[in-house]
Nanobody, 126 residues
Framework: QVELVESGGGLVQAGGSLRLSCITS????????MGWFRQASEKGREFVAS????????KYAESVKGRFTISRDNSKNTVYLQMNSLNPEDTAVYYC???????????????????WGQGTQVTVSS
């Protein structure tokens, strides 16, 4: 069993920044590939970014490339999402997810992940 808890969401003006954190607990003796997804009101869950267990490989959605950065600190069992140049279209609930399969592929669909956090709301005002 793996538990994920996100934090760092909030209200920010367009052009501003936020850093989300996701702390994992439970079966954390092994690092996992991790992902961030988001879901805006009345929309489906959308891939944002993913990072390999080692942290050496990352993948981003085109809509956030160059503005968001995913990173991790395995000593703290924490994955981060630094979000810069935020715009109102980034408003959503952001979720972190863990892929327990220890594979080499960084999934960009929610079906590739086994555990999810409860989400943290990010609201960007214009």
């Amino acid at each position: 069993q793996v538990e994920l808890v996100e934090s760092g969401g909030g209200l920010v003006q367009a052009g501003g920044s936020l850093r989300l954190s996701c702390i994992t607990s439970g079966r954390t003796s092994t690092s996992y590939n991790m992902g961030w997804f988001r879901q805006a009101s009345e929309k489906g869950r959308e891939f944002v970014a993913s990072i390999s267990a080692s942290g050496r490989t990352t993948k981003y959605a085109e809509s956030v490339k160059g503005r968001f950065t995913i990173s991790r600190d395995n000593s703290k069992n924490t994955v981060y999402l630094q979000m810069n140049s935020l715009n109102p279209e980034d408003t959503a609930v952001y979720y972190c997810a863990a892929d327990l399969n220890l594979g080499l592929v960084l999934f960009t669909t929610s079906s590739g992940y086994d555990y999810w956090g409860q989400g943290t709301q990010v609201t960007v005002s214009s």
